[in-house]
């Protein structure tokens, strides 16, 4: 089976997802990077796209974004004339970040005009597109998690040697939140509810360390953790050999999401053996139940003061691995492939 995938290994750097999904695909499939170039060269038999409409649309002048959207839509009609089949991986209910909203749903139209099938990462995800993309209520579902990180990044520090290196007494109660900084991951919320924890004879800090968005939102981060001696920000893109020394000094990930379908961000938490805290949406719930409430933390609602404080309180020793036997990529992989071939 030829596949040619949008992105396929490209990617790896920045999140490897596509990668890991891609080069543990059994031998008998073949998997080519997407290219303007191949897609007019050769013939597939299938078509996989990963964030079509955010990656396109995102584009800041919109002459580019929009010639990138009409090139795009006449390379799914050739696709769709040689008898490729095109599939979708809807990642979340809705792009978090689109510059022009009518080119966006114009084109997710189209999108769904095309589309032969398409693979959400979890049950809730799967009744968000019916709800959210009434078009696909004919076109075949699948729903393939999201497999976990480990084994990707280095992981030899001991906790007490990545605290060294971010200057962390030991008996430090450490929260993290690790992670690109946009508007819907409520990180300046996060910094608000972590400074009215009261003073105990345990002290916490919490760790931020993640790219924001635009400069706007990097002064909001800023200004909320104004003058606090126990906030550390790192406000940089986070190497991937530095994961390991903040994910092994943390007690606690703390996500605090406006919105969370996936999570890429929790499952690398549980790939580091750290537990996350986490709003009981989408596919945490799933995980809840896979992994374990030790692991998975969830509550409903915004972030409070009494959640952020039951959290931390209700932090135990737990087994040395959090269990991922669910989210192994072999068997993700296979059930990709049977999603091709049903199709």
């Known amino acids: 089976m030829k596949v040619i995938a949008w992105p396929a290994f490209k ?94 749903d114009w084109f997710t139209e189209q999108l769904i005009a095309h589309t032969d099938g398409y693979i959400n990462l979890c049950d809730a995800g799967k009744i968000a597109v019916q709800q959210s993309l009434p078009g696909l209520a004919n076109t075949p579902g699948f729903v393939v998690p999201h497999g976990h990180y480990r084994g990707c990044y280095a992981d030899e520090l001991s906790r007490d040697e990545a605290r060294s290196q971010l200057n962390l007494p030991p008996h430090t109660t450490a929260l993290l939140y690790l992670g690109y900084i946009s508007p819907y991951k409520n990180v300046p919320h996060l910094i608000e509810v972590f400074r009215q924890l009261p003073i105990s004879n345990k002290p916490f800090v919490l760790i931020v360390a993640g790219k924001p968005d635009d400069e706007a939102l990097k002064q909001a981060v800023c200004a909320a953790a104004k003058e606090a001696n126990n906030i550390q920000l790192h406000l940089r893109f986070i190497q991937d050999d530095e994961l390991q020394i903040f994910f092994k000094a943390a007690d606690l990930v703390v996500l605090p999401f406006e919105e969370i379908l996936n999570s890429g961000s929790l499952l690398l938490s549980l790939s580091f053996n750290r537990p996350v805290l986490a709003p009981n949406l989408g596919a945490v719930v799933n995980w809840q139940t896979q992994i374990g409430p030790d692991w998975v933390k969830t509550y409903s609602g915004p972030l409070t003061i009494e959640i952020l404080q039951e959290a931390v309180r209700s932090l135990q020793p737990v087994s040395a691995e959090a269990c991922l036997d669910t989210l192994e990529w072999n068997a993700i992989a296979q059930q990709t492939l049977d999603a091709y071939q049903s199709l």
């Open 11 to 104: 990617t790896r750097y920045a999140n490897p997802y596509t990668w890991l999904l891609y080069s543990h695909m059994p031998e008998t499939v073949s998997v080519t990077e997407f290219s303007l170039k191949q897609l007019l060269r050769e013939r597939f038999d299938v078509f996989h796209m990963h964030w079509p409409v955010e990656t396109l649309v995102r584009h800041p002048n919109i002459w580019i974004a929009r010639m990138r959207v009409l090139v795009f839509w006449l390379l799914l009609k050739l696709s769709k004339w040689r008898g490729t089949k095109i599939v979708w991986t809807i990642h979340d209910e809705k792009p978090h970040v689109v510059l022009y909203e009518a080119l966006a």
